[in-house]
């Protein structure tokens, strides 16, 4: 672990970009994502007549009792564009045509709702507001799509507080690879080593760790737990307790030395 996992040591020494997942880290996974996998194995099994939910579940790493998304499955971690094409695959591999599961998916398919499913996990403007008064420029890197992803932000009061938004259909390679945050690093014009990365997956710290992040730390609050993160994190932190305590200020000549 490094200094940053001390006690009394900001996590936020030394950066001046801090670089966000969306879905559980700033906003609840679940409360998005579950009753979205859920109402659309309903409309696939309505539309084909197959028992396709127990199937659909379990390939996409749904625990529908717990109502909760597995950590490292495809629900967890892959953009829409791809996940519709894994969702058409379990159509096919339950008993339908290419054809039919095409067009199946196509009729059952839809996008939950960015504005009414999101739900924040802090005080959201009030941490990016503090984030920008501690010197920190912020940016979001989400396996949503950028439109879904800027409705969200914009109904949670962040639209002014987010210098970049990249989203999943934004032309980049997706997570873990480290386009995103090296897009975002350029775009603010910050070295990915003065860059946290902050999300709730091993997709998240591992797209962090390869742009050569000066900071990848993991938050409890979405899909994976203290023991899925810590090995690949510098620290690992609750929901409630990645405040900024004190991190670099940017210097009056805009060069972010501490």
Do not use: Q, Y
């Not at 200094?3 to 700033?26: H, N, Q, W, Y």
């Not at 194995?41 to 009792?65: I, K, S």
């Not at 760790?209 to 690992?236: K, T």
């Amino acid at each position: 672990m490094s200094r940053a996992g001390r006690p009394g040591v900001s996590l936020l020494d030394g950066i001046d970009l801090v670089v966000f997942d969306k879905d559980g880290t700033l906003i609840d996974f679940d409360a998005m994502w579950a009753p979205w996998i859920v109402e659309l194995a309903a409309r696939l099994e309505r539309t084909t007549g197959l028992p396709l939910a127990e199937r659909l579940f379990a390939e996409l790493g749904f625990e529908p009792v717990a109502g909760r998304t597995i950590s490292g499955g495809p629900l967890a971690v892959l953009p829409m564009g791809i996940l519709r094409g894994a969702v058409s695959n379990v159509v096919v591999r339950a008993g339908a045509g290419a054809a039919a599961a095409a067009a199946a998916v196509d009729a059952a398919w839809f996008v939950p709702d960015p504005v009414t499913t999101a739900r924040p996990l802090a005080d959201l403007p009030r941490l990016f507001a503090a984030l920008h008064g501690a010197g920190c420029r912020i940016a979001v890197a989400t396996s949503d799509d950028h439109e879904p992803a800027a409705r969200t932000l914009a109904s949670l009061g962040l639209a002014d507080l987010v210098d970049l938004l990249v989203g999943a259909d934004d032309g980049l390679a997706r997570k873990p690879a480290p386009d995103m945050v090296l897009r975002a690093a350029a775009a603010v014009d910050v070295p990915a080593a003065r860059t946290a990365v902050v999300g709730d997956s091993l997709a998240d710290l591992e797209m962090g760790r390869a742009a050569g992040a000066g900071r990848v730390i993991g938050v409890l609050s979405g899909v994976s737990s203290r023991d899925d993160l810590e090995p690949f994190a510098d620290a690992v932190v609750s929901k409630s307790r990645f405040w900024p305590t004190g991190g670099c200020r940017r210097s009056a000549a805009g060069t972010g030395r501490c």
